[in-house]
């Protein structure tokens, strides 16, 4: 008998993934999936972590045999398809070894790829006859016939700039992302266990407060620590007895919304007429008042910058634009 486990706005279930998402989540009722399923790669060492001591991970882990994974993949990814609502995202962070597989069941799936992501990390493992690995590949698919959410300015806006003048904001989207691993010295982990600055970024980019977000493999718990900090309601499924058993007494004190107030507040300005079409008239006023501005001695950026808020554009707008007309 499946006992779910209710705190506040999260259900966290010990039982197969499957099983559980049949018995708990209707048909369409996530917004997002983010997991990481398990890597199956038995006795491999890619699953060991840059000068970690092995004693404290926590024993429990299940594995899926490599000649299971194939179908193992497509089960999962099926369920994850079923559940999503039209437009709801599903972001999988998977390891080469079984990537073919893993793309495999996405392809066979309802499913849509939006992009494929490279999770670049720090201390891969040292290796003397072959290239260190140190990626992981983060697929991100949606489920077509609704709006996809995609916060473009959660976390930097279009406008703002680093110290050399490059956008913050399209820096953060490009789909190389560099970062670290949580070693956590001293500390019970799981065996394969996301940073916190990695969920995040998904949850921000893919999901808006008050979504469902569901982790099929939960492990360590970090999706729920992500998605709850963040004011997501979550819902987790756990195999293994040693692992949820474990981590239960931290995912119940988990509180809501407590990680919202400590983020970093983009700087987005409004602009009213971002992603409309330029009128003719428009475009002919635009080109004068950037010639107008040029020889009043402004500079190209401070230029843009102005006629951005005159026009009600974002900067990408204009200068798009501004390029068109030589």
């Known amino acids: 008998m499946i006992e779910p486990v209710r705190c506040k706005t999260s259900l966290f279930v010990n039982c197969d993934c499957i099983e559980g998402a049949r018995r708990f989540l209707p ?18 060492r890619l699953d060991r972590h840059y000068n970690r001591d092995e004693r404290h991970v926590v024993d429990g882990y299940v594995e899926v045999p490599a000649d299971k994974y194939g179908a193992f993949s497509a089960a999962w990814v099926a369920e994850a398809a079923r ?3 039209p437009g709801g995202a599903l972001f999988v962070v998977s390891g080469y070894t079984h990537l073919y597989e893993v793309l ?41 016939g609704g709006p996809r959410t995609f916060n473009l300015e959660c976390r930097y806006g279009l406008d703002e700039r680093d110290e050399s003048g490059g956008s913050l904001n399209y820096r953060d ?16 982990k799981n ?25 099929l493999f939960l492990g360590g718990g970090s999706s729920a620590r ?22 239960l007494p931290e995912l119940r004190r988990l509180e809501p919304g407590s990680r919202l107030s400590s983020l970093r507040r ?29 020889a009043g001695g402004l500079g190209k950026g401070a230029a843009i910058e102005r006629l951005a808020a005159e026009f009600g554009r974002g900067r990408f707008g204009i200068e798009k634009r501004l390029a068109r007309r030589g």
């Open 27 to 44: 048909d369409g009722s996530v917004d997002l999936v983010v997991t990481d399923p398990p890597y199956g790669i038995g006795g491999d």
């Open 173 to 188: 989207r490009e789909d190389v992302w560099t970062i670290g691993r949580e070693y956590k010295p001293g500390k019970a």
């Open 266 to 294: 983009p700087a987005a300005a409004p602009r009213a007429r971002r992603g409309r079409a330029w009128t003719e008239e428009e475009d002919r006023a635009l080109a004068a008042a950037y010639a107008r501005l040029r």
């Open 191 to 215: 065996r394969n266990e996301l940073p916190q600055a990695l969920l995040e970024k998904i949850i921000l980019y893919a999901s808006n407060e008050g979504d469902l977000v569901c982790d």
């Open 104 to 144: 495999g069941a996405l392809r066979s799936s309802p499913l849509v790829e939006v992009n494929h992501v490279i999770w670049k990390y720090p201390f891969g493992v040292f290796t003397q006859r072959k290239f260190v690995s140190s990626h992981y590949h983060v697929l991100y698919w949606a489920r077509p």
């Open 83 to 85: 559940v999503l609502r």
């Open 226 to 247: 992500a998605a709850i900090g963040l004011g997501r309601r979550f819902v987790g499924f756990e195999l293994s007895p040693a692992i949820f058993a474990a981590r």
